[in-house]
């Protein structure tokens, strides 16, 4: 069962990502906490629960979509094809 602190995480989260897409979408300065709530599908009130004014949502976003971008980087990279084999750093005494 959900609790109320992965509700609030959740919301923060939604809110996140929507300003991401309704930023993208239109010029920073077009953007509204009613668009941002309704994109999201939460409320008003939802927004300014997290962020005090709009312009607190700015530094927020944009480093919860370098953190994202950095993450994708992490786990969609194929590592195997990148390093080389390790060479064998032990000898056996045959080799010596």
């Given at each position: 069962?959900?609790?109320?602190?992965?509700?609030?995480?959740?919301?923060?989260?939604?809110?996140?990502?929507?300003?991401?897409?309704?930023?993208?979408?239109?010029?920073?300065?077009?953007?509204?906490v009613k668009n941002i709530g309704e994109t999201a599908?939460?409320?008003?009130?939802?927004?300014f629960h997290h962020f005090a004014t709009p312009k607190d949502l700015a530094p927020s976003a944009a480093c919860f979509d370098h953190l994202r971008r950095c993450l994708e980087l992490l786990f969609t990279c194929d590592r195997s094809t990148e390093l080389a084999q390790p060479q064998p750093r032990i000898r056996t005494a045959e080799e010596v």
């Open positions: 069962m959900p609790t109320i602190a992965h509700f609030h995480y959740h919301s923060r989260t939604k809110i996140l990502d929507e300003a991401h897409v309704v930023v993208r979408a239109k010029a920073y300065s077009a953007v509204r599908g939460l409320t008003n009130s939802s927004f």
